[in-house]
């Protein structure tokens, strides 16, 4: 019963597993390049109260304009970046903070393991949004930085129980003891056996992570809790387009497209990754 | 098949597979009980200690004097030592004192308790409605994996586990309440449940909100377990010994798989009841989130601190309740020792 | 745009009058029916000396509470309780003599020590109450019987009668208010769930006109979305305040929908910490002033609603001059203005601004403006309870957004410990010597004079003045439409058979 065999996968599907994964990298490189592109070009300058207000789509704007008469295009292409900054900014927080306690726990005495697990299992209940609230609450100011950290601290505690179980089990194989008996250090064992084997499983944890900040810093902003403003993320556009839903319902429907494809992307991705590192698969 | 919650679950497995006695078992679990609340304890003094601002702020006037914030602060205790104000914050909380709010002057338990009977329906009955549509279809998704619906119902699955759910709120209201104008956009009866009629019409598109998009979630949990039971020794057995697939599928199949399911449901009904926050928010509901969020926003600490107490024993009580469950459920946990997988 | 305002108001001054006129005819309406209120505005708790906001004064002024004197919806000072009063002679001494027949809602008569007692919350050394200040000229109360109250002040003070409409008649025998009421209004509590609605009964025993409906329950909303939603399901009756005109579309032109325009006294203001550089120099306040195109700003957010203000005075106040030329939009005089300030490059500077609509967009639009004139500002974003540690009391910004609902506010001017620091003798002395003036024309012409000199000043950056829109289903009538200071008198509402 582990996540491997789980995963076995007809060989009839694998055709069907294959259309998934190049639609996750397709979306996911599709946010990537706007986010880029966003760098050095948008249709407009992002601030510029360019059109009147609430504007319908038009050729001039193709998502229509807000109530400020900035282009949504232009600030949803941005949130792309935005949110791609968020789930990598929350996800490597998560991974180094995660990661780190995960080994700890696992190389640590009997008690002191059963102390962290307990811990994590009370943290991991607490959703990411809740967790990521009070730490928002605890900064003085909001800024996108406050979000991110307090998102990946959030995911830390998810990280870290995986690590935990994941590297428990390496640690119980064959060619460790026989590591620990020749006395490689502890931090040899991690780098040379235990990381490598259990870095495929964690990064496809790292990919179903991302989705989940993203999802996350929407609802924190929705809250009023996420990045402040003019930082033009997905969530707080969808916050600031509820009161003009029926006048102008695009600014209430597009964002939140956005949201969803790449999250689907990156769920997509993180499937076909999994399927192509399991190992049973390979062995077939 | 996705969320890291289920990730890190299947992975760990059913934990602690030697075999004891129920009773002790229950025992054991009931002393990490309390060392886990202990814990969530230590967090929370932590946690509200690094709140900007001096709570005593919230009891003061305009253009304080000295001698008035130092009464004020003498008050809620903040002039203390920091192991003082523990002392005194373990001992309040075994004693489920939680105080009085800063701002209404209201005793915080009572206040809480007003607040469960929005928060604990909403997140019960969204709970069950999310199972009723996601066991079946996810059993479908699994055994009709090659079939276009099979695949199909995966597929939503996908979209609806990548919604945020106060999106899903907004988008249910205009459709329903303005749209349709079949059910209330929001707000919650004066009278409460005794006004069952409205309190009732009231919590369907909260309700609704919930299931929907957690039943995306849980249905691939479900599919997951259903696809491991399809594949296992057992049902092999069980069929090759002249069960029909529906009858094995349904006597051992649902038995088994329901054992990674329950430890996972455990979490999804925490995460329900947390997540609650955002539902309430967009429906104007009077429940433990919109109190949480208010106490937050105005740094009313004795509620931040109560709905954070009362929010994690519930957790860990619901954690408690479904390692029980999978222990009695679980064959080979319950029946016979079972070995490493 | 003001033009419309003007007529609305006109318009909506005499439907509140006919509402408050004793009935001519025959009752087609509901005596027993219950009014749903939706509003934005909960109270914290139901002390207004225990900081419980705004909300209060909605729900409880004049419905559960009455004062010695009331602010009508029309704008004057009106007795309530007090039957009479007389001024001496230097202006320093009132003596009240109170209403007969007068019962708090526990069942006991009103005597002259509740009011002594009442003023005394409100001037108290732990009150919380914003009235605090203007109460503060009072050196004491006397009560020669139970029907008599002498006021004594250290200086005369023109809007007494006014200052104590704010004043509730509080049962000196109540023990503690911030949960349940012992006042002498038409309604009594009836029961609070907090986080959703609060709900008021006829009270029996009420001295004065009935209330023309049964029940009034006040329904709460988190945000203004959610509250319209509300009344276009038929969830409640009437909502107090309409926040963004993108809502109103639903509402106007609908048969089934009253909408309503009253005088508004909400305004919406960039305040400057004057007492901080860069903003101790009026240079640098006028050339922010006119950096900002405010027709354009008023109409993003309001669309075709609202108001443009030169300084912090409707034009419902007697005292309003028409001062939006003062500093009108002239980005090419800002930069020069700067120039001369000595700021060429322009400066950075950050905007404290509350959470919650419209100030986020506002500051967006503030900040792309200031950005044409090469001033850097940037947005914090704050709680309403962090603006009131951060900025009111600690007065530690540089500048900030709020709006101020208050009615007669410029006195704020007048005040230099005022957070935002604005310290021009000239206007202390014209503010005091308006309150200590012994005729209205006196006090007027005093008010007018300070408001153009806090106009000429810029002593914050006024940017417009909210729209007041009440919009109800079309059978409830006989709400008030100008909800001054927050009231919402729920006594007169009539819902149609």
Known sequence: ?284 | MSGPYQWARIVSGPQNRKTRPILAYTLRRLVILLFSLLVAAVVLFILLRLLPGDPANALLGVGATEAQIASARAQVGSDQPLYVQFISFISNLARFDLGTSFVSRASVVEEIGNRLSVTLPLTILGFVAALIIAVPLGIIAAVRSTKWYGAAISVISQLGIAIPVFWVGILLVSLFAINLRLLPSGGFPLKGWANLGEASTAMILPVLTISLVMSASMLRYVRAATLEVLGSDYLRTARALGSSFPEALIRHGLRNGAVPVISILGIELASTFLGAVVIERVFSLPGLGSMLLLAIQQRDYPNVQGVLFISTLLVLLIGFAADLTQRIVDPRLRDRGAGTP | MSLISRRNLLVATLLASAAFSPLAFAQDYDADATIRIGSLYEPQNLDNTAGAGQGINEAFNGNVYEALFQLTDAGTVEPKLSADYKVSEDGLTYTFTLKDGVTFHSGEPLTAADVKYSIERVTAETSKSSRKKSLSTITSIETPDDKTVVITLSARSISLPYNLSYVWIVNDKAADITATEDGTGPYKLEEWRRGSALSLARFDGYWGDKPTNGEVVYQYFTDATALNNALLTNAVDVITSVQSPDSLAQFTGNSAYTVTEGASTTKEILAYNDRVAPFDNVKVRKALARAVDKAKLLNSIWGDYGTLIGSFVPPTDPWYVDLTGVDAYNPDSAKELLTEAGYPDGFEFTIDTPDYDPHPLVAQFLQSEFAKVGVKANINIITANEWYTKVYQEKNFQATLQEHVNHRDIVFYGNPDFYWGYNNPEVVKLIAGAESAGSVDEQTAKLTEANKIIAEDAASNWLYLYPQIVVSASNVTGYPVNGLNSQFFAYGIQKAK
């Open chain 1, 1 to 284: 019963m582990t996540a491997i065999d789980q995963i076995t996968t007809p060989a009839r599907r694998r055709s069907w597993q294959s259309v998934t994964l190049w639609a996750g990298i397709i979306l996911v490189s599709l946010h990537v390049i706007v986010g880029l592109l966003t760098l050095v070009w948008t249709p407009y300058d992002p601030s510029a109260m360019a059109g009147g207000r609430l504007e319908a789509p038009s050729w001039l704007h193709w998502v229509g304009t807000d109530r400020l008469g900035r282009d949504f295009l232009t600030q949803i292409m941005i949130g792309s970046r935005i949110a791609l900054t968020v789930g990598i900014g929350a996800v490597a927080i998560g991974a180094a903070i995660g990661v780190t306690l995960g080994l700890l726990a696992a190389f640590a005495s009997k008690f002191l393991d059963d102390a962290l697990a307990a811990a994590l299992d009370i943290l991991i209940a607490f959703p990411t949004l809740l967790i990521a609230m009070l730490v928002v609450a605890a900064s003085e100011t909001a800024t996108l930085g406050s979000a991110i950290l307090a998102l990946g601290i959030a995911l830390s505690a998810i990280v870290a129980r995986l690590t935990r179980i994941l590297a428990k089990r390496v640690l119980l194989m064959d060619y460790i003891t026989a590591a620990r008996t020749s006395g490689t250090s502890w931090l040899g064992i991690v780098f040379s056996h235990v990381l490598p084997n259990i870095w495929p499983t964690l990064s496809v944890s790292f990919a179903l992570q991302f989705g989940l900040a993203a999802i996350a810093e929407a609802s924190l902003s929705y809250l009023g809790l996420g990045a402040p403003p003019p930082n033009a993320s997905w969530g707080r556009l969808l916050q600031e387009a509820q009161g003009t839903v029926y006048t102008a319902p695009i600014g209430a429907i597009a964002p939140g497209i956005a949201l969803v494809s790449l999250v689907i992307g990156i769920n997509l991705l993180a499937d076909g990754l999994r399927d192509s590192i399991d190992p049973t698969r390979r062995a077939r």
